[in-house]
């Protein structure tokens, strides 16, 4: 499934995954990632699942490198492998593609994994509301791997509403978390649970529309927990994001 | 058969397909017909006129393979595991595909474009001339061309994709010109001598107008 371009050693990295999810906020704040961070990219994702997209390079204007649908990238600064997934995930395949995900980050002792999705902002209740818009669910695991995790836990309230940290693990009563329009993010972050791989889901409230700010929040909460860049940094967008919005109009109308 | 050098074409559009195959391509042999997973026999496609794709062999160790048009986005990723064996031990493997200009986007102001122009996505591989411009940021290609040009850059077998972008659903000898041009410059012979216009051409889902009886 993972074809990878050159030999890495990823034993003790994090891994981000990005879920095709509502407002495509996961994918978004990759790219915003991947642009501020630059890492190589050194693989690619050939699955039933992942429905084939090409295109042209979407951080460099001048660059000819082939884009695909699926794509890993490797920091070795941050010891950190980012995948991207440019196009939606059959639901019907997406089982197969996740256990082959676990697999694979078992086989090369991939410390923990950090999935980043937008969810649906109108299945929130009132006190959801007035609480964090960014949310994460978080295994044990990875919470004893992560300080500023647990000084987030230790102090936040006691309202499983208006929590930003909700920790849950495998042997607990077998409850869903809500993460509705969350894509895979419930069935990856389960499987990591059963399969033992520390696991975290950062969750962003959101409608489609337009999502940068989404997905700037999600990569600034994602970088308070992490430290990976200093806090006041601008996120820039890659060039792909130009016309997000559409052409601009003809010239010919004026 | 071994073949020291092969190359691949792949077309999509049921009308530029249609049109070229009947008017200019020299098809040769069809070594294999593939056709769709699913539980309907041969029987039912037939009724339903479902049309499999074939791959035609050539001479001088060129494949061509005519998709059918009936084949879904989502069997995209059967489809190009059905012919990886011919595209293993490929010299290159050229793409060709159609769409609307409408789906064409364009980031900074500009005159309209033409009513039709080609432009081109290669493999990191690919060494021999591409013959027009490189498809720019935030143009993408879908669908099965995209899972084949995706096994070829995942699978390291140098290939290249051309999208012609045109303003009409039909096609006319005007339409098919860039496709004309692109295979007389192909090291190869595709094209028939003297076109023949008189081929019926293949079915498909037709646009139909609901202006006029």
Known sequence: MIHLQESVNFKGCILIFPSVSVGNAGQLAVDLLITKMNPRKIGLIWHSAIMPMVGGDPYSSSETALTTSGELFYSEQWKMVIFQIRSPIMQEKSQDFVDRLIEWIKENSIDKIVILTGISDYMRNDSEIVGPSVKSVVSPTFAEKCEALKRLVENQTSDPQTQSVILYDASQEPKKISMHGGGISWKLFNACNVGGVAALVLMKYCSDGDNIPDAVKLCTYLNTLLNLVPFDCDWESPPSWTGMFGNPPQLGLY | ?213
């Not at chain 2, 070594?31 to 499999?52: A, F, M, P, W, Y």
């Open chain 2, 1 to 213: 058969m071994s073949l020291i050098a092969k190359m691949m074409y792949i077309q999509n559009l049921i009308k530029i397909t249609g049109f070229i195959e009947a008017c200019f391509v020299d098809k040769g042999v069809p070594i294999v017909e593939i056709k769709e997973t699913g539980t309907e026999d041969n029987e039912q496609l037939r009724r339903r006129k479902i049309k499999s794709s074939v791959i035609y062999h050539l001479a001088s160790d060129i494949l061509l393979c005519i998709c059918s048009p009936h084949l879904d986005i989502a069997q995209s990723f059967d489809f190009t595991e059905k012919i990886s064996p011919w595209m293993k031990n490929a010299e290159q493997v050229i793409i060709l595909t159609c769409s609307h200009i409408s789906g064409y986007h364009i980031t900074r102001y500009q005159n309209d474009p033409p009513d039709i122009f080609m432009k081109a996505l290669r493999t990191n591989n690919f060494i021999y001339p591409v013959l027009s411009d490189r498809l720019e940021q935030p143009n993408t290609v879908k669908g099965i061309p995209a899972a084949v040009l995706t096994w070829c850059q995942t699978f390291k077998i140098p290939a290249v994709l051309y999208i012609c972008y045109a303003r009409n659903y039909e096609v006319d000898s005007d339409s098919v010109k860039l496709f004309v041009h692109l295979f007389s410059k192909l090291p190869f012979k595709l094209l028939k001598e003297k076109p023949n216009f008189t081929n019926k051409l293949c079915g498909g889902s037709e646009i139909s107008s609901t202006l006029y009886l």
